[in-house]
């Protein structure tokens, strides 16, 4: 499954619809990174995620704090992006330092800022079924397996990892879709037994090569949503590919889907946000 070259396909929609909003308000519209510290791949991926701005026209603004920021400097610079207008989309990049509660910044951001859909009240207006920005990476997976006429209807999906921005959201997303959905964690017995029932597999456990190509059903569709050093996700990618129907690989597979869909949801954020048609 190529996520590459349909994040771009993303990305050109997004752009179309940038040109709207700017042809109906004369504004453009601007998604907002906040980066607490100096951790490098954070830095890199608040610096990707302004360059994929910059590419469809809308305006990137680059927030950063020092490594010393307590949680109520944190919240007092969302609150502030909260209020600014000129503002459509706010992103939090994690981790943060270990001082700053990372829950109480993620629920400083309004639901209708929420582009990255890590608060609680996005989060649950998602499970209940109701229109709202989905958690980046699993709603870019939803749209890989739509590209690829993937039928969740009735399908066993396996979705293994619990993250409160990928697994649980993940679940709900492929529940609202009709499938039938399990989740594993670290206490699932006999979890090789689990993943070899399922139609759909979703892998977002944050170990290298952790799922076995023997766990695999003949047919399933694989998704390996994580990303571990040496660009190594969590499946074991050679063993898994002859069983899969489809299977992502890692690099360029989940990861330019995550991205695509952020600066989708901003623009959509923005049309909403200004009274914009698209």
């Not at 998604?31 to 305006?59: I, Q, W």
């Not at 090569?209 to 050093?229: E, L, P, R, S, T």
Request: aromatic content about 4%; proline content about 5%.
């Amino acid at each position: 499954m190529d996520g590459k070259a349909l994040a771009q396909q993303v990305l050109d929609r997004c752009a179309a619809k940038v040109e709207i909003i700017k042809q109906s308000t004369g504004r453009t519209p601007c998604l907002a990174t906040v980066l607490v510290g100096s951790d490098p791949a954070s830095a890199t991926y608040v610096k990707m995620k302004g360059k994929r701005c910059e590419a469809v026209g809308m305006t990137s603004l680059r927030v950063e704090m020092p490594q010393e920021t307590t949680t109520e400097q944190l919240m007092a610079k969302m609150r502030e992006l909260a209020d600014d207008d000129g503002v459509n989309g706010i992103l939090l990049q994690h981790p943060v330092p270990s001082q700053v509660d990372e829950r109480a910044a993620f629920e400083a951001i309004p639901v209708s800022k929420d582009v990255d859909g890590v608060t609680a009240g996005g989060l649950g207006e998602m499970w209940l079924g109701i229109e709202r920005f989905g958690s980046c990476t699993p709603a870019g997976i939803m749209t890989l397996l739509r590209a690829y006429d993937v039928n969740m209807n009735g399908a066993e999906a396996v979705v293994i990892g619990r993250s409160p921005i990928l697994g649980k959201p993940m679940a709900a997303m492929l529940l609202n879709a009709n499938a039938t959905v399990t989740i594993c964690h670290s206490r699932t017995k006999d979890l090789a037994s689990v993943v070899k029932r399922a139609d759909i597999v979703v892998a977002a456990v944050g170990k290298a090569n952790f799922v076995q190509g023997d766990w695999i059903k003949d047919g399933a569709v694989v998704i390996d949503a994580g990303y571990n050093a040496g660009n190594v996700g969590d499946v074991d990618f050679d063993a898994a590919l002859p069983k899969a129907s489809l299977i992502t690989p890692v690099p360029g597979g989940v990861g330019p889907m995550t991205i695509a869909t952020l600066i989708d949801q901003t623009a959509d954020a923005a049309a909403l946000q200004w009274n914009v048609q698209l």
